[in-house]
């Protein structure tokens, strides 16, 4: 179990659609793989991208999703904290969350959650599902009009 | 029967290394809902993490060609050869790429065609894992 202090905004207006994946984005191997398991065991369906680079392949692809869980520090051209700039700015209706063991001081300012490492498997699906809602119940965020162009 | 292979099937693990995450998500989900335990890498240093970590035992490995890092799929599979001699490492990629590295590794070349064709990379994985099953 972790002690990860945790930020959330409620659950964004939802639309109708299918249900929808989160993209998890984290270059350390084991820890994405620990927190996409936990998501999955928990009912959700998740994309595993390994830095922003993979995670801006899989936003640009239409890929509809319904959270974007970035990490910060990562390796390449964009950390999380610019992968969440451009989300936001390009797909506005997608929430986001960051995932680091240093978040900013004003990590709302940034996305619609966050929280800090380490976390344990209650922590994450909790706070996913104040974000998002129950697995059964995840909808497309970055589909119809709020699709960057 | 074929409604007790899912369960059968949800006991074994496999490895997806490919750094294209498009590629890689299709064929990791597809894999998964078919019922395998599937765990991605985006890389060779990923992969072989993973093939190293004692607490993940994947029974087979389904690797692009043209991985991304410091080894291709071919330096993979020879790895996997030499340290990991139960783990059965399928390569897949593009053709041209594939002869062409192989002849620099004198390796066979892919087993299998990007894009991935997801009932082959299944029958295989099926074929494989049956195999095994029986030795």
């Not at chain 2, 597809?30 to 991605?40: H, W």
């Not at chain 2, 065609?113 to 099953?133: I, T």
């Amino acid at each position: 179990m972790g002690s990860g202090q945790c930020y959330a905004k409620g659950p964004a207006g939802r639309r109708d659609g299918e249900l929808s994946p989160i993209l998890l984005v984290e270059d350390e191997v084991f820890i994405r793989i620990a927190s996409a398991e936990w998501l999955r065991d928990a009912g959700y369906t998740v994309i595993e991208a390994a830095d922003a680079a993979e995670a801006l392949d899989m936003l640009g692809s239409g890929q509809p999703l319904a959270l974007l869980a970035t990490d910060i520090t990562m390796p390449g051209p964009f950390d999380g904290l610019a992968l969440a700039a451009r989300a936001r700015s390009g797909w506005p209706g997608l929430p986001v969350l960051l995932l680091s063991a240093h978040l900013p001081a004003d990590p709302m300012d940034h996305a619609d959650g966050a929280l800090s490492k380490p976390f344990g498997p209650m922590e994450l699906v909790a706070l996913i599902e104040k974000m998002i809602g129950a697995p059964w119940q995840t909808r497309n965020h970055a589909n119809g009009a709020n699709k960057a162009c | 029967m074929a409604d007790t292979e899912p369960r059968e099937r949800s006991q074994q693990s496999l490895l997806v290394a490919d750094s294209d995450v498009l590629v890689r998500h299709a064929i990791a989900d597809y894999l998964r809902r078919c019922g395998y335990d599937v765990i991605e890498a985006a890389s060779f240093e990923e992969a072989v993490a993973v093939l190293e970590a004692p607490h993940v035992t994947p029974s087979a490995v389904l690797s692009d060609v043209e991985l991304a890092g410091s080894g291709n799929g071919f330096a993979l599979r020879a790895r996997a050869a030499r340290e990991w001699p139960g783990v059965e490492v399928f390569l897949a990629g593009n053709i041209a790429a594939a002869a062409r590295t192989a002849g620099q590794l004198c390796e066979r070349g892919p087993h299998l065609a990007r894009p991935y064709d997801p009932q082959l990379v299944l029958e295989r994985v099926r074929r494989l894992l049956a195999d095994r099953a029986q030795r």
